[in-house]
T-cell receptor, first 113, second 115 residues
Framework: AQSVTQLDSQVPVFEEAPVELRCNYS??????LFWYVQYPNQGLQLLLK??????LVKGINGFEAEFNKSQTSFHLRKPSVHISDTAEYFC???????????FGQGTRLTINP | NAGVMQNPRHLVRRRGQEARLRCSPM?????VYWYRQLPEEGLKFMVY????????ESGMPKERFSAEFPKEGPSILRIQQVVRGDSAAYFC?????????????FGPGTRLTVL
């Protein structure tokens, strides 16, 4: 069975500082990986996804993530955060065939001025 | 192109009542997924449907919960005889009828409160 671990439940950073949100997964098959963002009282919006090819994936709002197969990780990074990035971030995995997404517990990113 | 629509956005029920949550997928999407988000937790898969078919219901509780996606109309998640533990946000997602790993587009969710 697949699982996703987001190592930090909360990450506070100062505005314009860099940030990394960590995500590790376990799966016995090839996987597809996703990062979603959830703003307060809203649904989930896709930030980026890895299906195949280049291990560095660029997404919306200046975010990027790197797929590391040997470390089974898919960490999300942004070089300079803004107040508007305050939200909950979810890492998710799918084995493609099963279609369903398996989500991590989420990381709450708080940006301090 | 309208996104995934869910209604109602907020639903309050007393214990023992029935809750019906509706989801209209994006235009052209024939795959629908339901997820549940309990307070302070991530989303948990419940069920995956295509038109008139349940493809995967491995995440559905064995009792009181059912889902359908009829040929015409929205997908419905039905919870009978609700209990306080059913209080959660229920999200619907949809994807187009193509191969696996297509992006799932999420609706705004229905927040169910059971009194």
């Amino acid at each position: 069975a697949q699982s996703v671990t987001q190592l930090d439940s909360q990450v506070p950073v100062f505005e314009e500082a860099p940030v990394e949100l960590r995500c590790n997964y376990s799966s016995s098959v090839s996987v597809y990986l996703f990062w979603y963002v959830q703003y307060p009282n809203q649904g989930l919006q896709l930030l980026l996804k890895y299906l195949s090819g280049s291990t560095l994936v660029k997404g919306i709002n200046g975010f990027e993530a790197e797929f590391n197969k040997s470390q089974t990780s898919f960490h999300l990074r942004k070089p300079s955060v803004h107040i508007s990035d305050t939200a909950e971030y979810f890492c998710a995995v799918s084995d493609g065939g099963a279609q369903k997404l398996v989500f991590g517990q989420g990381t709450r990113l708080t940006i301090n001025p | 192109n309208a996104g995934v629509m869910q209604n109602p956005r907020h639903l309050v029920r007393r214990r023992g009542q029935e809750a019906r949550l509706r989801c209209s997928p994006m235009k052209g999407h024939s795959h629908v997924y339901w997820y549940r988000q309990l307070p302070e937790e991530g989303l948990k898969f419940m069920v995956y449907l295509q038109k008139e078919n349940i493809i995967d219901e491995s995440g559905m509780p064995k009792e009181r919960f059912s889902a359908e996606f009829p040929k015409e109309g929205p997908s419905i998640l039905r919870i009978q005889q609700v209990v306080r533990g059913d209080s959660a946000a229920y999200f619907c997602a949809s994807s187009p009828p193509t191969r696996a790993a297509d992006t799932q587009y999420f609706g705004p969710g229905t927040r169910l409160t059971v009194l």
